[in-house]
């Protein structure tokens, strides 16, 4: 029996992508009728509610995010709809994108309603690009329609949603560097503080917010009966979209209530192993993300037992790698991902990396020693602790995993 | 202004709102380590070696770029700390050409330093600096990427300081470099060479051109009459070198030191300055009286002259045409100066010690001479003199008092302010205002002109008439001034521009680690020079007064003129991006 669920995923298929008017045959922009009486407080706090984390891959509570965004006090404010989605093996804001664009314009507007902004950004990544006529076309709808534009419903909320496309840098889905490359720069992160919240895009208060954390919102709003809170578990309400891909047999996204098993995913949804092979390690969240050996199948996915398991949920990608790659090959294509991808501009990052990368080397080659192993280590705990951004912070995740879970795999020879 | 508690290594200290954790540890005299960072300058937060410890937060925090707040508890010096610390100088080293005894930087080195400090010795990671290969001929500036630790505080000082964005990043991860556009050499780009960039590194990845040899090499060649012109503001930052307190006047023990290093005569650009004034002074009067170009601008920073040249060309007119007093000096030293002393002009060399790099290629400009003769020769700036004192090996600190020579050692007060923003103005009025009235000035001190603003202006009286003027340092206040010129909403008559923070005691040649306050030290020593001077007037020079005499006849003379005026061109841009906008 199927572990899937429909709650943000209940339009999948029910009108027609391109028309707005078939959108709302089906009840959309009911949620943003409902929110424009409502305050921006409430709305916020109807998220606290729900205890939505959000779904980018900090799982910060987004409710909180609403109001402190509410809360600050400027002439203009921005929302910005994070699609940059560069988390290797995560491809659910696709999903969502491809199937139900026009909630998450509706989940934008809302945002803007909420936090008093006066413009929204898409920040799309570059390699979606065949999904901006479908953005541009449904934006364009939206605006004739009235739900963009000046006086939005007549209630004298004016407010237009811009779609930019970065130019392929996995860094650009932090939200400084996000910023930067909207604003025409490289996209390098910037320094924190001050952060975006406060002065972000143009110098302006900042909200950012992941596509699958706005495609929550309307059906949030609309959830009268509170049926979100009946998924999931105490302390991770509701559902979650996992993007599931590697040796598996159905790779897909799917929607699961939080506390079904990996296994459930794994061998439920995704069909198990191809020529059911044994698996030899599980990532969770993307390239940043931990690793786990197989015998994480039976714990449930949820935020708190993930973490107990030394895995976290982050974007909600799992990669499923069996037992015909190797725990190194694999952390050495990990590592010339993040060898690619590091900015550059701070040392642990730019310099970890580098070295991380000669030292897998050694250890593919059976030549390192024990100080080569104790410099990964060093390395990944310097790259961890003092990294500007977040991409060096978690760049060496997996391999910090990998020597804890692993560790005969380092073995010298 | 608001105050917070905070602990530093359990120390209870209270300091204002908004300090950061690296100023908060200054205070209880902690030197955390640090290298991108710079008080002169925004923050970066790049290097991460300032990374510390603070009670509740899951990572370490950059000292640099980290407010305190009330209740803060920080910790500078535990284990992870210095394992961090010290982790992120082997990172930094690995990637850094460590042939120190070839560097410039050999102990004055920020990375050494830090090296030294924390015993990193033999760094255990695999070295992976390869050779950078740079082709960038220029008499002023030598780079070496080999050496970068991208610390990106050549990229502030250029974007931020100067407005000129010659030096950006490029590149990501393990190619992440600071380059020119496009890699071009930096005589194509938009760079005008004040070498500020050179003065901020905390390494030998930015250098002065070296001249150290040339000049060593002459001095030892008895053929050659090797004479020396030392730049005002030199006098009072060279000390820095030697361990003398900030700001201080050492006029006398390097004139000794130039005479001990075998110079045949130890002369003043102050001299020259004075020179300047009455070219200067005299083009103004003319400019205001036949209705010229106003306002006029002066042309003594060559690092602002290259800008002119390149930012803004069509402008170039505004331009005074005298020579800047270094090139003026060279003249003077290939003319009059062999008719008076008898020396053949063939034999003479003309050095010049400059806080300036951009000095180096003003001297090589094609139209600085005459008949194959340079005007002048060799330009050092005062770290090179520095290094050929230490060279020589000179106590410096416990030399006697010397004297500079005749004739053309002797400038006025007026010539000695030249070396700080204000000066040449100040200078310039006292001149004017005294030719243009007919009647002694009563007081010669014009303070509106002093002190460290970024735009100076004043109103002066000049009898009947008024004339409003400014003053800006730094090329990114500059950059506004012409801004008004180009729109045509400016109404000074002149204007001084210096292209360096506080003018030439701010050069880019001069010692390294002269932050702002220093910088300030020696704007009060150049005043005190000054005040203290019995002749406070460039008109009133004597030496200068016999020039004019004996030689040169008058101001604007055909002979002066041939002499001491030039003319700039503007410099087409080498790339342009309109075909970007192009349709």
């Excluded at chain 1, 989940?107 to 999904?131: C, F, K, P, W």
């Excluded at chain 1, 407010?159 to 996209?187: Q, R």
């Excluded at chain 1, 699961?256 to 098993?261: S, Y």
């Excluded at chain 2, 103004?284 to 930012?311: A, F």
């Amino acid at each position: 029996m199927s572990k899937a669920v429909c709650f943000m995923t209940k339009n999948f298929g029910k009108y027609d992508v391109k028309s707005i008017g078939s959108y709302m045959a089906i009840g959309g922009f009911d949620a943003l009728k409902k929110a424009v009486n409502m305050t921006g407080e409430e709305i916020a706090a109807t998220l606290a509610t729900a205890q939505i984390k959000g779904r980018g891959g900090a799982g910060y509570d987004m409710g909180k995010k609403w109001s402190q965004a509410k809360a600050v006090i400027a002439d203009s404010k921005v929302v910005v709809c994070n699609a940059d989605e560069g988390e290797p093996c995560t491809f659910k804001d696709r999903t969502l994108i491809e199937n139900d664009p026009f909630n998450l314009i509706e989940g934008m507007i809302i945002a803007g309603y909420t936090v008093d902004a006066q413009n929204g950004y898409i920040y799309l990544r570059e390699e979606y690009s065949h999904l901006r006529p479908l953005l541009l076309d449904a934006i364009k709808q939206a605006k004739t329609y009235g739900f963009l534009g000046e006086n939005i419903l007549g209630k004298g909320f004016n407010y237009n949603i811009h779609l930019y496309s970065g130019a392929g840098a996995y860094v650009c889905g932090e939200g400084t560097a996000l910023v930067e490359s909207i604003e025409g720069k490289s996209g390098r992160p910037r320094m924190k503080p001050p952060f975006i919240k406060q002065c972000g895009l143009y110098n302006l208060p900042t909200c950012v917010n992941n596509v699958e954390s706005l495609s929550l919102v309307s059906s949030i709003l609309l959830d009268d009966e509170k049926k979100y809170l009946t998924y999931g578990t105490e302390g991770s309400v509701g559902t979650k979209l996992v993007s599931v891909a590697g040796n598996v047999k159905n790779p897909g996204v799917f929607e699961i209530p939080f506390g079904v098993t990996v296994r459930d995913i794994v061998y439920g949804l995704a069909g198990g192993i191809v020529d059911d092979h044994e698996i030899k390690l599980i990532q969770f969240g993307g390239a940043s993300g931990k690793f786990a050996p197989k015998s994480i199948l039976d714990t449930p996915y949820t935020y708190e037992d993930l973490r107990k398991a030394g895995v976290g949920v982050g974007s909600g990608a799992i990669l499923v790698v069996d037992e015909r790659t190797s725990v190194i090959d694999f952390l050495k294509t990990t590592q010339e991902f993040f060898s690619h991808e590091s900015c550059g501009q701070c040392t642990p990052c730019r310099e970890g990396n580098r070295h991380i990368k000669l030292l897998l080397k050694k250890v593919a080659e059976g030549t390192h020693t024990a100080l080569d192993l104790a410099s990964m280590r060093k390395i990944a705990k310097i790259m961890a602790m003092s990294s500007l951004c977040g991409l060096g912070e978690t760049a060496q995740s997996a391999l910090v995993s990998a020597m804890k879970n692993f560790e005969e795999d380092f073995q010298i020879k | 202004m608001s105050t917070v508690n905070i602990k530093i290594n359990n120390i209870p200290l209270q300091v204002e709102k908004g300090t950061k954790i690296l100023e908060a540890a200054k205070k209880i005299h902690i030197d955390i380590p640090h290298l991108c960072y710079h008080p002169d300058q925004t923050i970066k937060a790049h290097c991460r070696i300032c990374t510390v410890e603070v009670v509740g937060s899951r990572r370490l925090l950059a000292a640099c770029s980290t407010e305190v707040w009330e209740g803060m508890e920080i910790h500078t010096d535990t284990k992870l700390v210095r394992d961090t610390q010290v982790g992120i100088l082997e990172l930094i080293l690995a990637n850094h050409d460590q042939n120190c005894l070839a560097c410039a930087r050999n102990q004055n080195c920020d990375l050494q330093n830090l090296c030294s400090r924390f015993n990193v010795l033999q760094p255990q990671l695999e070295r992976v600096s390869e050779p950078v290969a740079i082709k960038d001929e220029n008499p002023s500036i030598a780079r070496d990427l080999s050496k970068c630790v991208k610390c990106g505080r050549c990229v502030k000082v250029c974007n931020e300081v100067q407005g000129v964005n010659a030096l950006t990043y490029s590149g990501r991860s393990e190619d992440f470099a600071v380059t020119t556009a496009y890699n071009k050499p930096l005589l194509e780009t938009d760079c005008i060479l004040c070498g500020q960039c050179s003065s901020v590194c905390p390494v030998g990845a930015i250098v002065e051109r070296d001249n150290t040899q040339k000049v060593l090499n002459v001095l030892q060649d008895p053929s050659k009459h090797v004479i020396v012109q030392v730049a005002p503001s030199v006098r009072v930052a060279i000390g820095d070198e030697f361990g003398l307190p900030r700001g201080a006047i050492v006029t006398g023990k390097m004139v000794t030191a130039l005479k001990m290093l075998g110079f045949d005569k130890v002369f003043d650009t102050n001299f020259a300055a004075d020179v300047t004034i009455m070219e200067e002074g005299t083009e103004l009067l003319d400019r205001i009286k036949n209705s010229g170009k106003l306002p006029m601008i002066t042309s003594c920073s060559s690092g602002w002259v290259n800008y002119m040249e390149k930012h803004y060309g069509d402008y170039i007119d505004h331009l005074s045409s005298a020579k800047s007093p270094q090139q003026i000096f060279g003249a003077i030293s290939k003319s009059y100066y062999p008719e008076v002393a008898g020396v053949d002009v063939k034999d003479i060399v003309t050095v010049s010690i400059m806080p300036c790099v951009a000095k180096k290629f003003e001297a090589n400009r094609p139209e600085m001479g005459r008949d194959g003769i340079k005007d002048v020769d060799i330009v050092l700036t005062t770290r090179e003199l520095s290094k050929l004192i230490k060279y020589v090996g000179l106590d410096f600190a416990n030399l006697d008092e010397g004297s500079f020579d005749s004739p053309l050692g002797l400038g006025s007060g007026a010539g000695a302010i030249f070396g700080t923003s204000g000066g040449v103005m100040e200078a310039a009025l006292r001149t004017v205002a005294e030719v243009y009235t007919g009647t002694e000035l009563k007081n010669l001190d014009f303070k509106e002109v002093r002190g460290w603003e970024g735009i100076k202006e004043a109103e002066i009286n000049l009898g009947d008439n008024s004339v409003k003027v400014a003053i800006a340092h730094g090329l990114r206040n500059a950059q506004k001034i012409m801004e008004a010129i180009k729109a045509g909403t400016c109404d000074y008559t002149f204007v001084e521009v210096m292209a360096c923070p506080g003018g030439c005691i701010g050069g880019g040649g001069q010692p390294i680690q002269s932050t702002t306050d220093i910088k300030k030290l020696r704007m009060d020593a150049l005043y005190d020079i000054d005040q203290t001077h019995i002749i406070r007037k460039s008109h009133e020079n004597p030496d200068v007064t016999a020039l004019y005499k004996n030689y040169l006849e008058a101001p604007l003379s055909h002979k002066a003129h041939k002499l001491l005026h030039t003319s700039y061109k503007k410099i087409e841009k080498q790339y342009n991006f309109s075909y970007l906008t192009k349709k």
